[in-house]
């Protein structure tokens, strides 16, 4: 078993003029205790159960720059970046760097995005539920093309790039692992078997049969594959 450290809360007493300092700190000691990932949210607001809106929240991907200077061994990632809050060729880019420049530690953790309120409030995108995961899969699909050894075209019906280049290229190969928030069973969960090595279920009494459903996704897409594989 491994263990991650969640940093999801960024006021600390000291205030802003120390967050570096205090930031560093947490994560060092967590890295030096043998916590195997740091992990921050990809909300530009804090959220309910947490604190305030108005209590301090980084941006997620500069932290990561942040903490990957800080740290040697940890893995690094959004839990998880919100779907519509970046481009996807960007957000390729973006985890790519934090790979390259962390020497191989980047994962991409990505959800539909949930927050409304802070979208609205940043004037961020934020479309109706179907459409967001609509978005999801075929950011998933772009991240996973600029990531393999093709720089084609990519046409979708949210997203259209002319050359998916992406260079330098992760370190992590074939590509820095996926994980996909969220436990719906019949969109979400498809999504981790066909794109993912990892998703996130809250626990509860229902974690069992999600992760019942989840093997079946599973097993539809290696049948799929399989079938495809055939001569």
Known sequence: MEIGLHVADFTYPS???????????????????????????????????????????????????????????????????????????????????????????????????????????????????????????????????????SDAPYKGSHYELARTLNSPQALRRPHPPILIGGGGEKKTLRLVARYAQACNLFGGPDVARKLDVLRGHCEAVAGRTTRSRRP
């Open 15 to 149: 205030g802003p003029a120390a967050l570096a300092d205090d930031l560093t700190r947490i994560v060092t000691t967590a890295e030096e205790a043998g916590f195997a990932r740091v992990s921050v949210m990809d909300h530009v607001w804090q959220i309910g159960g947490l604190g305030p809106a108005e209590h301090e929240m980084l941006e997620a991907y500069t932290t990561l720059g942040y903490i990957a200077a800080r740290t040697e061994r940890v893995q690094l990632l959004a839990w998880v970046t919100a779907v519509t809050y970046r481009e996807p060729g960007m957000l390729a880019k973006l985890v790519t760097t934090l790979d390259v420049l962390s020497k191989g530690r980047a994962w991409l953790g990505i959800g539909a995005a949930w927050n409304g309120d802070e979208a609205a409030g940043l004037g961020l995108p934020f479309p109706p539920t179907a459409e967001r995961f609509e978005r999801l899969e075929e950011t998933l699909q772009i991240c996973l093309q600029m990531w393999s050894d």
